[in-house]
């Protein structure tokens, strides 16, 4: 059967964040005093949303301030969201290209962050739907917010892609019996990759793949 839905990841596939998010955490660490992180050091850490990320970063010597430090995290970051945060190359081409299909984005960030973000680039118009990691009771990797996708836009294990940067993508998509298309310009290292059906290091071959599935 051919694709009918497209599910895309944000951080990493979509969108190079990665500067935003490190201006973000280095601005709420200054009251614990910690030194400030390297945008390579933050990719690191990033995809299972805020919560894990604040506690990986703040560790066990400073747990206890994690609920101040992720909400001095929400707020900087939620005004400075789209600083330097850009589409990585091919992306937009490759969105025109697939208009033929449902697209969704399925991302571990914030609904409402990843709303004003994709707003913020002039992007949100591409996507039936856009889910975070709060949208469903549990995120990627579970297959949740995948499933909630495909029921909210009529589309079936069978018709349905996802596309992202990391173990989370893939393996959410393999949870949900969905074809998966790993990406190796963002976040995660190619080896996290190598249960995806597809591996790709360039977005825009993503086109070809999807419309030769059916």
């Known amino acids: 059967m051919a694709i009918k839905l497209i599910l895309f990841d944000l951080d990493g596939t979509l969108i190079d964040t990665k500067l935003d998010i490190t201006n973000a955490i280095n601005h709420s660490l200054e009251p614990l005093g910690l030194p400030e992180l390297e945008a390579d050091d ?3 850490l990033v995809g299972e949303g805020i919560t894990k990320l604040m506690e990986k970063i703040i560790g066990p010597r400073h747990i206890d301030r994690a609920p101040e430090v ?7 970051y939620s005004n400075h969201i789209h600083d330097f945060s850009t589409p990585y190359q091919g992306v937009m081409e490759t969105l025109t290209s ?6 969704a984005v399925v991302s571990n960030k914030r609904e409402e962050l990843s709303q004003r973000l ?3 680039l002039n992007m949100a118009h591409f996507f039936e739907l856009i889910l975070g990691g709060d949208s ?3 995120h990627k ?3 949740m917010p995948v499933n909630r996708a495909m029921e909210l836009l009529g589309a079936n294990p069978d018709e349905t892609v996802i596309i992202g940067d990391s173990n989370y993508d893939i393996l959410s998509g393999m949870a949900a019996e969905i074809i998966t298309i ?4 963002g976040y995660r ?5 190598k249960d995806a059906d597809y591996i790709i290091n360039d977005i825009r071959k993503s086109i070809t793949i999807i419309r030769g599935l059916v």
């Open 42 to 44: 933050v990719i690191k």
């Open 70 to 76: 992720k909400e001095r995290f929400l707020a900087y």
């Open 98 to 103: 697939l208009n033929n299909y449902k697209k």
């Open 118 to 120: 994709l707003k913020g």
């Open 136 to 138: 469903t009771p549990e």
């Open 141 to 143: 990797p579970s297959p």
């Open 182 to 185: 790993g990406v190796t310009y």
């Open 189 to 193: 290292p190619i080896e996290n990759l």
